[in-house]
């Protein structure tokens, strides 16, 4: 199961029982694409598909060949920087293309080497089904990666009701559903694989890949879920400080205000104002405030306001 | 596979091994078109069909000929100006009404002729796939300048919580939904030409329609996931701002109300109040007024509220 | 196909190749129809469901005979008055049951003889596929005439953040989603004839209905998604206005509330204050406040408060 | 089809073309059971399956037998008090075990015996046939019942904006929910008798059945919908009274703080204020103060604040 | 039936009649395993699956094998913890390694003990569901512990408009929606083996085992909707109190604020205030205060304000 490095060693029909992997690095030797085809009587539709470089994650169905588009995940960066990829499969041949030369398929190739003693009888469906696996690895690594490197979805304690924490909740979320998108593709894809009629394939290889990508679906809904959560924190918060900071307005307001409204009354210069020439008025007044300001906060505490 | 102009040149259901594609301009015809279906044995269903200028986008499998009928929108105008077109196709045969005569179809047999070592040996449904394909480039296309005239949902950082900014993403939201019913109703005939059992029909070529319009809608649905996302910002922060002005507010009020109380308290005319008559009384009481101020500061400093 | 009138002319399974369309008047004639079916060895269970005058929307495919039951809407009145319908198809029979006597299927015999050419050659389903054309049809007339009475879904500018406002919203909302309700089941039906298994039924008819109601759904689908606009718009307004408000409060209180604690402080009437004294005291304190509430404007504006 | 009372008659799998039903009361008869299953040579899964007394409602397509397990509402009381039955169905007997003894059933021997005519010639799928649509019915009037006695879900005008009122909703709403999952239940079960392969299964009742338990979920969607409004109405009245206090306390505050500001002015103790020496500067700031009034008054107007 | 514990006694697929069941402890033997494995004839896909420790629940069927790995909830402590189970099941044979030594399954043989009687006829699909339904059981036990530990869940009355009331509520949903993930991905295995084409097994197990998981998961759902009503409580009530709080402020300054105007007004120090030389000027002032008074209160009543 080496892989083939020489392009004239290709006769994807031989009759021959071995299985061959041939791994071409770019997708613009298109001439050379076309010319393989149609030597090796490969479905030409295959021609329009491989002349495309754009594609999202797919399969379809060709006469004899199954043909697979996947965007791979590059771990090293930051961003959801992809790499092309397609797989042409026939029953004893893969063909992968890859967008840039890379180590990429080197794992995967000692994968295959750790598992010698299973991969030998196997045909090339076991190959794609390997690859896959490591693919998924490499989507369920980066989205690791993305996770950890959110600052809300992991601190579970501080929610800030501003519109920058808002903000940065939404954000996150986007990425997270972004990537989700791409995990459903790659479902798609196995699912499609899974239900496919071609002969030689089988499923229970992709049975198994897809309840590992359904797994890593799951991570990422809960996270969701999480992020869900703390927007809810985040007007429950904000309704509860307004409730306190008027509150307390309320309470001061309504304290003061009367006692504020005593002290206008006598300080108005009315020629007669019988109280203001008692010995001990000022004093009178001073205790009947006292008495008003105790009563607002007996009610106030009544009420449990505070 | 040039196509034919001439309308007498009409045998749908010949037996020759050649394929032909019929265009013809106008959907009021009605009288011609009569004439044809019956002199060439179609299912008289279409008579009704045809009849009828108002249709949504779809998809009829009738007696030997599949009814195609979409809507194509023109890209020149920013409305969702459409077209109507019908696509009648047997075996041999390609029949596309359109309604105005137009350069619409040049540039698909453009593709037609470029695609040519491929199109030799294709049936109608290939030409089919070509114009379905040319059709989903268009809704892409279209697509793309909608969303890039849309004003909020370019602009990812300023949200605005006012009535106005709120009418604005609803209304590009319903633009969005409309445009993404319509791209809906474009897959729901690829599915409807995927699952059909007419024999001639290819499966392959729907399949790869289906991915790209798939891809269309999860584009669109990043851009109402968006939008959705800017609603949320906008109450929160309204909420936010509403914080913040009663906060204000509050401290303002706070640390001003009992200040003013002591104020109203020495301005009042009682004959005996002995603090007046003290020496000192003004200066001590701005110095209460002070530690009082301070004391407030600090305890709203405590509370974090500025 | 001209409807037969005289209820003795009932040979339900005449082996007879022409088509028979007999419309009666009336539910109630309960003991007639037993004898009908009775006699015409159709099946027993139809008696039990005749019997029964309160039908959802329904179709039953009971041995030879496709039972359904419609509810047509009435459209002069404002309200969603409906009539039962059956309708009993076998291959050569359509008997249609009316609640009352009514020019209902005036219209549709119209049709009928409209298409004279086409109807020739067809049977019984074809019959029931004008029919259900024309129950779409009304349908939809029905709609547009609801739609139109609307008076929040029509105007597209003013939204009133008032409870009056929003209870009229939720009315029409739930108005609609009744209205679409019945939609559905009248694409329940169609869908169910569609997948039905008796011989004679012709599938390509109930394809085109579906596509009719589906575009019926998908307005009222739209509409819908216009109130819940209006709803989001109303909550955005409401937290808009309470800014706005407040903003207003705060602004005013902030720039005065010093002011007054400020003429309050040299309204005291302390024997030693030693500014009451001065010449231009009172002007020096004049240009203070000018300058505190400078300040604070300046302050607000800075923060974009107005 | 007179119900069998002794226990001694059963032979379920006799070759006799007549029906029977055995209808047997106490679900706790387990070594009775165990012995007619053994001697009639049913599933003995059977055994494990009544040996077991709570079951949520069930159907189980055994070795020639159906197992059904419904829990029927009482109608007597107000809460959702359940009886546990069972049927189990053979192409010539049916079985019906009760809880408890009751007349449950006479209504349906009532019903069988009315429906004589039709019921003579069916099987006993037409028999549990008019079992199911009596507990169909037993659903109905339950949930009328239910309905009717909501205090919230009948009245169509008053919302109130108080916890109490949102609980009421809530609880309301989470009643509907449960009997919703309870007929969701119901409709399980037809819909898995509709699609079960055994012989004798006569799909049109079912299919019947199905409409009718479909009917009935609707209209508790219906009345969800309208809780759901009242929720919305809820937030919205809250929000607008919000509105209507603030603008109110703003309004008073904004006309009256100037004023107030002003008189604190002229009741500063300033030596020299030469307004306070004319002779009509009094009335001069009583003018001010008027205007300055009215000038508020009319850009509350302008601003259509009342 | 008993179980062997001597690993040499292993022949899968022994042409003999009789069940075996196969428990061993611990998943790190995988030298071991796939010496069996090997020499039994057994998929060599198993070792693979194996020598891998973390699945996720999850069915494969493989060539004469079902592999099933599920994870047991461990009732002894608070949290999820589990234990991970696998089990290979063939016609004659089934294989359940546990991933710890445990006296787990020491009930489930005492069940197969207690259901001696139906046992004994039975194949190893009637064993794995006696396991399956013992998982079922312990998912459900476990559910029930988990939700009699919920605070906010069970005390139906106080709902607190704090964040932290609102936090306790998303960590109770979060927990909740936690377990119903593992309760759905149970049920997907459930229908995986009832939807499996192997043939010894028993699809009417399988359906029992549904009903069973689908309660479970229905009583989890019963209890989200309670804790999403308490989320729409907690809104309510903090709208609420915003609402007595700010009318509160409301009616106390709109009273005041005129009155202490007044007061201002009198307190000024004009040489010429007419009303002040009168003898009963203060008392009318007085007067005039308390009509205002009044007035406003009864305005307030008027419009319902308390």
Redesign the interface.
């Known amino acids: 199961c080496d892989p083939i490095t020489n392009i004239d060693d290709i006769h994807f029909n031989s009759k021959d029982k071995s299985i061959f992997w041939l791994n071409t690095y770019g997708t613009y030797h298109t001439k050379e694409f076309k010319q393989i085809i149609s030597s090796t009587a490969l479905?030409?539709?295959l021609?329009?598909?491989i002349s495309n470089d754009k594609?999202?994650?797919?399969v379809?169905?060709?006469?004899n060949v199954i043909f697979v588009a996947i965007k791979v995940l590059k771990t090293e960066t930051e961003n959801f920087d992809t790499e092309q990829m397609f797989f042409i499969l026939t029953p004893h041949y893969l063909w992968s293309i890859q967008e840039q030369k890379g180590d990429y398929f080197e794992w995967i190739r000692e994968r295959i080497r750790e598992?010698k003693?299973?991969v030998r009888?196997k045909k090339t469906d076991y190959l794609l089904f390997l690859i896959l696996e490591s693919i998924i690895d490499n989507y369920e690594d980066t989205y690791d990666d993305i996770s950890d490197s959110m600052t809300i979805l992991n601190e579970t304690s501080d929610?800030k009701?501003?519109?920058e924490f808002?903000?940065n909740v939404?954000k996150e979320?986007?990425t997270i559903?972004?990537f989700k998108?791409a995990a459903n593709?790659l479902r798609d894809i196995i699912t499609k694989l899974e239900k496919t009629e071609q002969q030689k394939v089988n499923?229970?290889?992709y049975?198994?890949l897809n309840?590992?990508v359904?797994?890593l679906i799951?991570t990422i809904?809960?996270d969701l879920?999480?992020l869900e959560?703390k927007?809810?924190?985040?007007?429950?918060?904000?309704?509860?400080?307004?409730?306190e900071?008027?509150?307390?307005?309320?309470i001061?307001?309504?304290i003061?205000?009367?006692?504020?409204?005593l002290?206008?009354?006598?300080?108005?210069?009315?020629?007669?104002?019988p109280?203001?020439?008692?010995?001990?008025?000022?004093f009178i007044?001073l205790g009947v405030m006292l008495i008003v300001t105790l009563v607002s906060i007996y009610l106030f505490k009544k009420k449990k306001?505070f």
Not at 55 to 58: E, L, V
Not at 231 to 243: D, T
Not at 263 to 273: E, L, R, T, V
């Open positions: 479905d030409d539709f021609l329009k598909l594609h999202p994650n797919k379809l169905e060709l006469d598992n003693g299973i009888s929610v009701p501003t519109p808002t903000q939404e979320k986007n559903i972004t998108r593709s499923k229970k290889f049975s198994e309840t590992q359904n797994n799951n809904d809960f879920q999480e959560s927007i809810n924190m985040i007007f429950s918060i904000q309704g509860h400080r307004l409730n900071v008027m509150k307390t307005l309320t001061f307001s309504v003061f205000i009367p006692l504020t409204f002290a206008g009354i006598y300080g108005m210069n009315f020629k007669n104002i109280e203001l020439d008692t010995e001990y008025g000022y007044l306001w």
